[in-house]
């Protein structure tokens, strides 16, 4: 099947697209509202967009609090959702009024950041302290805004539990990240296989963009 999906129907019993490039991390972003309350958000719309120098984007349909809070503050954090932390992370996603704090209201411990002020989430294995940078307001190519935004952001500050690492690196089977998948649907990583470059490429070695 083929369809634009601008101007046709997909067909389908439910829409494909939330499913077709999957598996997506989630970005579970915590800001602080102008009046100081914490926010936290799950965003899998989200990923790290370069890898030296580190930054992250989160992509928010229409403007949500976390992007409001991002762009009034300047700043934000990531927290990896993790198998043990997969419901709390789902309740996060509810709408709580504005002076209401959503990790108070799911029951998740946050701990402070070191280089921003919105705290992460405790029990994540690894959080990364973001400054808020810009929102690219998306347009589509016949000139209509679009309802997506983009907020963009430089990381400042990176923690890693060193329960994760394992001979110098990150054992993914010890952070069992979650991943969205389509529809209601999601899926952990707990497993990997490992591949070499051709030639002697090993981007282990190297602290650039690979
Ligand atoms: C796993 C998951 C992923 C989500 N991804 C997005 C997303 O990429 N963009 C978005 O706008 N909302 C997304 N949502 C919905 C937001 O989390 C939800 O609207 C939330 O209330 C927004 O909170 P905020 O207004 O405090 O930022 C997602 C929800 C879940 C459970």
Same mark, same amino acid.
């Given at each position: ?5 601008? %101007?046709?129907?997909? @067909? +389908? *019993? ?8 999957? !598996? ?6 915590? %800001? ?6 914490? &926010? +936290?958000?799950?965003?899998? =719309?989200?990923?790290? $967009? ?5 930054? +992250? ?6 403007? *949500?609090?976390?992007?409001? &809070?991002? /762009?009034?503050? @300047?700043?934000?954090? =990531? ?16 709408? =709580? ?6 990790? /108070? ?19 994540? !294995?690894?959080?990364?302290?973001? *400054?808020?940078?810009? %929102? ?5 190519? #016949?000139?209509? !805004? ?14 890693? #539990?060193?329960?994760? $690492?394992?001979? @110098?690196? +990150?054992?993914?089977? *010890?952070?069992?990240? $979650?991943?969205?998948? @389509?529809?209601?649907?999601? &899926?952990?990583? &707990? #497993?990997? =296989? ?12 190297? /602290? /650039?963009? %690979?």
């Amino acid at each position: 099947m083929w369809y634009d999906p601008r %101007t046709e129907k997909h @067909g +389908l *019993k439910h829409s494909p697209v939330t499913a077709l490039v999957v !598996p997506r991390p989630i970005g579970w972003i915590s %800001t602080l509202n102008p009046a100081g309350k914490v &926010n +936290l958000a799950p965003y899998s =719309f989200f990923n790290m $967009i370069s890898g030296y120098p580190p930054w +992250l984007m989160f992509s928010s349909a229409p403007k *949500k609090n976390s992007q409001t &809070n991002a /762009e009034l503050t @300047g700043e934000f954090t =990531f927290s990896l959702a993790t198998w043990s932390l997969r419901e709390v992370m789902n309740a996060s996603s509810a709408e =709580f009024p504005d002076d209401v704090s959503e990790p /108070e209201a799911v029951g998740i411990e946050m701990a402070p950041s070191r280089n921003v002020k919105p705290p992460r989430v405790a029990a994540s !294995p690894v959080s990364i302290e973001c *400054k808020y940078y810009k %929102t690219v307001d998306l347009v589509a190519s #016949d000139g209509k !805004p679009n309802r997506s935004h983009l907020v963009l952001g430089e990381v400042v500050g990176i923690h890693i #539990d060193d329960s994760v $690492i394992v001979d @110098g690196m +990150l054992d993914v089977r *010890k952070m069992q990240p $979650i991943a969205r998948m @389509g529809y209601m649907d999601y &899926n952990v990583v &707990n #497993d990997y =296989f490992t591949m070499a470059r051709p030639g002697d490429y090993d981007p282990r070695a190297r /602290e /650039e963009n %690979t």
